[in-house]
């Protein structure tokens, strides 16, 4: 019986002792946001409370077309939209100055502390969903600058939904326990070996801008080391390609000014985007100053190569192939050319595209079974797009033109099965 007591009560001490461990995780860094008085008055010196000069409600509205604030809370920042993950949905909030339900209340540094440490105004643990991950690189500066602009939008009166997430994760111990596991705060360190122009890029590619949190992959809870190293992006299964493999998307062999086309127009001599990455270039980058986008591209060309070997080469059929040569010249040659060579300035090759013959075909079965187009942009205002085929060709047919294609012309990735295609559609 006591020995039954005396492992109760370790047990009990060693749970005790953990959740104290994970609660000091949670807080580590934080310190005491300032008494109302101060938090209440501008961060703009010399301004009347609550104000900000011109100049800075400009560079807070730059900062959060830079951090793609509008993708997730709209184009009136009054939030509501449904964020699906593996984990059930998160809704994003309102950033509009409404007093009751936006964050008409918030001081700058109850705002410094959502992006820097990930708490909210009434010290709840927020969702990564909403990427601190990567903000908790943005300096104070640039933080109150974005503060600044949104309490300058029109309010709107819209309460925050209540997130629909699965068991456990709908808690704030589960929350805590995550954080403690994948998360601490960071200030971006510039690399003293590199140039002042790629160490802001790096703080715009690292921090602002948070390409790692999808370039990156991510365990079975969310977890990340945000490498660059590529993953599947979950729920909406595109994958975001490597940053320093040149077989996927590194760019360090490309002219820095086809790198900053890509992300300026959506299209280069190289490739174009599409997927995810088309939003991300149509909300964002498009509108980042060429300077910016010179220091992101040559940071990206700074980042260490790294080697992926492509997988196995899984031959297709002979039957299969005899199918996908088919579907190639019914639906796709008279854009893309017989030999895969595309139409300047109008159509992308597929020959050579390493898009084509990525690892991961997950990619070009989106492609086919959706279609896609570049985003619309100033320096490519009438992007040519492709027609979706999810109701012409079945999981067979798009199997066996997406196997030709990986197959083709050079490249000599794996085949792909009518199965890895329903599992898309």
């Not at 300026?264 to 490739?271: D, I, L, Q, V, Y």
């Amino acid at each position: 019986m006591k020995l039954a007591v005396r492992l109760l009560l370790c047990v009990v001490a060693a749970t005790l002792m953990l959740a104290g461990l994970v609660a000091w995780l949670n807080v580590r860094g934080e310190a005491p946001l300032p008494p109302a008085s101060v938090a209440a008055s501008s961060s703009v010196p010399g301004s009347p409370p609550g104000a900000a000069d011109a100049a800075t409600l400009a560079r807070g509205a730059y900062l959060a077309k830079a951090g793609n604030c509008a993708a997730c809370h709209g184009a009136s920042y009054a939030g509501g939209r449904g964020i699906a993950t593996p984990f059930g949905s998160v809704f994003s909030s309102n950033l509009t100055p409404d007093a009751a339900t936006g964050i008409g209340n918030w001081s700058s540094a109850e705002f410094w502390r959502a992006m820097h440490h990930g708490r909210s105004k009434d010290g709840r643990l927020l969702y990564p969903a909403f990427p601190y991950t990567s903000y908790t690189l943005v300096t104070r500066e640039d933080s109150d600058a974005i503060h600044a602009f949104l309490r300058s939008l029109p309010p709107v009166q819209q309460a925050n939904r209540r997130h629909e997430l699965r068991f456990p994760y709908q808690y704030q111990a589960s929350l805590a326990v995550w954080r403690a596991l994948y998360f601490r705060p960071a200030s971006f360190e510039p690399d003293e070996k590199q140039s002042a122009e790629v160490n802001r890029g790096g703080y715009l590619v690292r921090g602002l801008g948070h390409c790692m949190a999808c370039h990156s992959g991510r365990n079975a809870l969310g977890g990340s080391n945000e490498d660059g190293s590529g993953g599947l992006i979950a729920v909406q299964n595109w994958y975001a390609p490597s940053l320093s493999a040149a077989r996927e998307a590194g760019v360090a062999a490309w002219p820095t000014t086809d790198v900053v086309s890509l992300l300026k127009t959506g299209r280069a001599p190289h490739g174009t985007v599409t997927g995810p990455m088309a939003e991300v270039v149509f909300r964002s980058t498009q509108h980042l100053a060429v300077e910016d986008l010179q220091a992101m591209a040559k940071y990206l060309q700074s980042l260490p190569p790294s080697t992926s070997r492509p997988v196995g080469n899984k031959l297709t059929d002979p039957a299969v192939r005899t199918l996908g040569a088919k579907v190639y010249e019914q639906h796709c040659a008279s854009c893309h050319g017989k030999q895969g060579e595309g139409a300047h300035g109008l159509y992308p090759p597929l020959a050579g595209n390493r898009a084509v013959s990525l690892d991961s075909p997950v990619n070009l079965i989106q492609m086919v079974l959706q279609g896609g187009f570049a985003p619309s942009t100033a320096g490519n205002p009438r992007p040519f797009g492709m027609p979706p085929f999810r109701q012409t060709l079945s999981d067979s047919e798009v199997a066996a033109v997406v196997s030709h294609l990986r197959q083709s012309w050079g490249h000599k990735a794996s085949a792909v099965s009518a199965l890895e295609v329903l599992r898309v559609r």
